[in-house]
């Protein structure tokens, strides 16, 4: 069965960085893109981007430019997603979600991952 | 960029009613367009995608329709597993936005 594991609840003080793993299994990691999402509390779903499985290309949200960096590793079939220069509106549950590409709905979500800044 | 909006923000309805909610884009999607069900401190899923395609798993009780700008999600006889808020995802045009949800409450 399709699963996406995430990695564990992260605290951070404001201007560190953060990196979010996505293992995944139960299907071929290279026919399907993975997107990050996240959900400040109390809040709504804010896609963040995401990267394709196949080739490593990735694009994500203006508002993040410069601050994210999405990248795989084909060969434990995990995805990660770096944030730097957290601010305490980073906040959120990040979550990684199975897409078959870049213009597709998200069929699997992983657990996600709560992410705290705080000083 | 396509501005997504939900209505209406939050819906009571009874056990075994219907209910309708939409979402509405400022620009066409064609059928681009996902709905996920999120219940409190749980993962979303995916219920609807392309408009009106259950994804698997999903009772038959869930519909979607619609095209271009205006969608519905209807929820034929409400469960109490229902009660949950209810996102819409753009998929059409950069970048694939969510609609800001609408919440479904027992009345």
């Known amino acids: 069965q399709v699963q996406l594991v995430q990695s564990g609840a992260e605290v951070k003080k404001p201007g560190a960085s953060v990196k979010v793993s996505c293992k995944t299994s139960?299907?071929?990691?290279?026919?399907?893109?993975i997107g990050w999402v996240r959900q400040a509390p109390g809040q709504g779903l804010e896609w963040m981007g995401w990267?394709?499985?196949?080739?490593?290309?990735?694009n994500h949200a203006q508002k993040l430019h410069g601050r994210v960096t999405m990248t795989r590793d084909t060969s434990t079939s995990t995805a990660y997603m770096d944030l730097t220069s957290l601010r305490s509106d980073d906040t959120a549950v990040y979550y990684c979600?199975?897409?078959?590409?870049?213009?597709?709905?998200?069929?699997?979500w992983g657990q996600g991952t709560l992410v705290t800044v705080s000083s | 960029e396509i501005v997504m909006t939900q209505s209406p923000a939050s819906l009571s309805v009874s056990p075994g009613e219907r209910a309708t909610l939409s979402c509405r884009a400022s620009?066409?999607?064609?059928?681009?367009l996902a709905w996920y069900q999120q219940k409190p401190g749980q993962t979303p899923r995916l219920l609807i995608y392309?408009?009106?395609t259950r994804a698997t798993g999903i009772p038959a009780r869930f519909s979607g329709s619609g095209s271009g700008t205006e969608f519905t999600l209807t929820i034929s006889s409400l469960q109490s597993e229902d009660f949950a808020v209810y996102y819409c995802?753009?998929?059409?045009?950069?970048?694939?936005?969510f609609g800001p949800g609408t919440k479904v409450d027992i009345k």
């Open positions: 392309d408009a009106s």
């Open positions: 139960g299907y071929t990691f290279t026919n399907y893109a």
């Open positions: 995802h753009q998929y059409h045009n950069w970048p694939p936005l």
């Open positions: 620009q066409s999607l064609s059928s681009n």
């Open positions: 979600a199975r897409a078959s590409g870049d213009y597709s709905p998200f069929d699997y």
């Open positions: 990267i394709s499985g196949y080739n490593g290309n990735t």
